[in-house]
């Protein structure tokens, strides 16, 4: 019976991970997937997951681990969407075009209310092209930045090289570039780190990551007739905006100050290691070694709060 | 038996680590005394060689006194900026380092809180400077608490900086994290005013200790090996800290239960009137600082009304290791990644200025 039971639990998926093409107004092809246990799923509404420019699904899910697994396991119907320009998507040549995306998937799911979380730089695009998006319900910010600073000497060496992973993934010195902008003073489970700059991000275009850039340098990027800062200023959706002490490509200091400008709807939860065994960086917000045991359960609570 | 041969020579080693070094002999040391009763401990060191600018007034931060910006001769940012030409004086503030300790009989008495630093400690060390150097207006560095003291001063219209750097000065603490629960719920109830907390005492009681440990609290929360050395640490803890006066601790627990910046009455709004400061001020921040988060230093920058220069301290900026909250006074590299920058900021600050 043991043994039955055994090979049950082994053929069984603990996961059903389905995927599908949406495509946009402009014709560009995304890439969507879809976590569901088997057996019935939560009455809570759907949770997306959009991963940071240069991310794929990967940052949600690397080899069996991360957020869209976590949060599946616990009955809540998971979505990984990658933008134009993310992981199998077609070619992202503009911010604007990157934060517009979202519609289409919402579309695309046809849900009434949606949970989102986004992540760093892809975050601030995403939420101020889609602020007034109904559809969203309450999202989870992770080292999403609001004003934009001068970027330090390594990140600007990136981006102006086109925002080129890639080029990080070949070589001892890229690799060191890599931990001090995305995975500083970090643990992870051996190997995801390298891994995942191998097999986990794509280049940024050229156009995005020139974009990026004076974004940085200049404080603000303007979307339509106003700018990022003006529409996360006014913000009214129930935010936790969570912030990592380590994080060298969004700093805790670019993200934090949200909290001031939005008028009550954004809680901040920082971290350093006195406190937890993390500091947290870019990365490891997601796929460290203890981003499952603090970070995650942050996320699911936040989501299941009442109004 | 050898085990605790080997904890007693561990012990041993970790005391030599804890010898005071005393200040070079050409230290001059000076007791201007406030208007409100207390003498200070101030110590000038001379311009080595030709002057090159202002002198310039180190402040330490809570719980710390002079010895903070000079330790020794390979860690004093004191002796740093008087090798560069600039005449440098380290001060204690009240019932710190050698300044005058309380003494209901002779009219110093307890509570002592934050406002007394910068409305009687900081005004009497700079005129003193001023009087004694001769300079119109001198430059200022403060660490931690430090800085707030000069953030207080100029806001409320003080007179006599030329030009600021602050190293790792917060002016709120509140940015969620686990560690403020804890100080808000307790904080009130272990804090009182009329206390003069007995942390010198227990830095040199838990000193030799303070090397035993890899990644201890007191790593996570202060320095950096990758930028102090934990003997320079030890020798730091052992000579460098001070009681805490309980009213000043209780006026900065504002910054975390209220994120208000702001004077004991709760009357001057500190963060709101920094608006109002027009003197160049550099702000120094320390990318794995656990005591004041990067956030925090970044909230008094933007708070800035006057010319200023954000400078954050990390590998990706250039800096050898990254920085915790002591590393900026007493790091191995300090004088090339920190002071030396505060230097240039002031050069560059002393040309005349026209407003």
């Known amino acids: ?307 | 038996m050898k085990s605790l041969v080997l904890v007693f020579l561990v012990l041993l080693g970790g005391c030599a680590n804890l010898r005071v070094v005393p200040l070079p002999r050409d230290a001059e040391r000076y007791r201007p005394r406030t208007g409100d009763g207390w003498e200070l401990s101030l110590v000038r060191y001379r311009a080595v060689g030709p002057v090159t600018g202002r002198p310039v007034l180190l402040c330490h931060g809570i719980s710390a006194n002079e010895r903070n910006m000079d330790l020794d001769e390979n860690h004093s940012m004191a002796r740093w900026f008087a090798s560069k030409g600039r005449e440098a004086w380290t001060m204690s503030v009240r019932a710190t380092g050698d300044s005058d300790r309380p003494d209901p009989s002779k009219g110093r008495t307890l509570p002592i809180r934050f406002d007394q630093y910068w409305q009687h400690d900081l005004p009497t060390a700079i005129e003193h400077v001023r009087k004694v150097s001769g300079a119109d207006s001198i430059d200022f560095v403060g660490h931690s608490m430090g800085g707030m003291m000069a953030y207080a001063y100029l806001s409320q219209g003080g007179q006599g900086l030329h030009a600021v750097a602050t190293l790792g000065s917060p002016t709120r603490l509140d940015w969620g994290t686990g560690l403020e629960k804890f100080i808000r719920t307790l904080g009130p109830k272990l804090v009182s005013d009329d206390v003069l907390f007995p942390s010198e005492f227990g830095a040199q009681l838990t000193a030799p200790f303070q090397t035993l440990f890899d990644d201890g609290p007191f790593e996570r929360f202060f320095y950096n090996p990758q930028s102090t050395l934990p003997e320079t640490w030890q020798r730091f803890i052992a000579v460098g800290s001070s009681d805490t006066a309980g009213g000043v601790a209780r006026q900065l627990l504002t910054l975390v239960e209220t994120g208000r910046f702001a004077s004991a009455d709760g009357l001057l709004d500190f963060r709101a009137d920094m608006a109002r400061i027009r003197t160049p001020v550099l702000v120094v921040a320390a990318k794995l600082d656990r005591v004041a988060l990067t956030p925090s230093v970044k909230d008094g920058y933007r708070a800035l009304g006057g010319p200023k220069r954000w400078l954050l301290i990390t590998r990706a900026n250039g800096a050898l290791g990254e920085y915790g909250h002591m590393d900026l006074i007493i790091g191995e590299r300090a004088p090339d990644e920190v002071f030396r920058p505060v230097l240039d900021f002031f050069t560059q600050h002393e040309l005349p200025r026209t407003h």
């Not at chain 1, 209310?113 to 910010?141: K, M, Q, Y």
């Not at chain 1, 010195?173 to 995801?192: D, H, N, V, W, Y």
């Open chain 1, 1 to 307: 019976v043991i043994a039955f039971l055994s090979l049950i639990i082994a053929v069984v998926p603990e996961f059903t991970v389905s995927y599908r093409r949406v495509e946009t107004r402009d014709h560009v092809a995304l890439a969507l997937y879809r976590y569901q246990r088997p057996g019935g799923t939560s009455e809570r509404p759907p949770v997306l997951l959009i991963p940071e420019l240069g991310f794929s699904r990967a940052a949600y899910d690397f080899e069996g681990r991360g957020l869209a697994r976590w949060l599946a396991a616990r009955g809540l119907t998971v979505y990984v969407a990658e933008l134009r320009g993310q992981g199998k998507s077609g070619p992202g040549l503009s911010l604007e075009a990157f934060g517009a995306d979202l519609r289409d998937v919402l579309d695309a799911l046809k849900v009434e209310t949606i949970d989102l979380v986004v992540h760093g730089w892809a975050g601030s695009v995403v939420l101020a092209s889609n602020a007034a998006e109904p559809r969203i319900r309450r999202v989870v910010a992770l080292n999403t930045p609001l004003f934009a600073e001068p970027p330090s000497v390594l990140a600007e060496a990136f981006l102006e090289d086109g925002g080129r992973f890639s080029s990080l993934a070949g070589s001892p010195q890229g690799a060191q570039i890599f931990e001090l902008l995305f995975s500083m003073f970090s643990k992870f489970p051996r190997g995801t780190d390298r891994g995942f700059l191998s097999t986990g991000t794509r280049d940024l275009s050229r156009p995005v990551a020139a974009q990026l850039l004076a974004w940085m340098r200049q404080g603000d990027l303007p979307l339509g007739n106003d700018s990022v800062v003006a529409r996360l200023t006014d913000w009214t959706k129930p935010t936790l905006l969570l912030a990592g002490l380590a994080d060298g490509f969004a700093s805790p200091e670019q993200c934090a100050v949200w909290r001031e400008l939005a008028h009550g709807s954004v809680r901040l939860r920082t971290f350093s290691r006195v406190e937890t065994q993390e500091d947290f960086s870019h990365l490891s917000m997601l796929l460290g070694t203890h981003a499952p045991g603090i970070v995650f359960p942050l996320v699911y609570d936040f989501f299941g709060e009442e109004p």
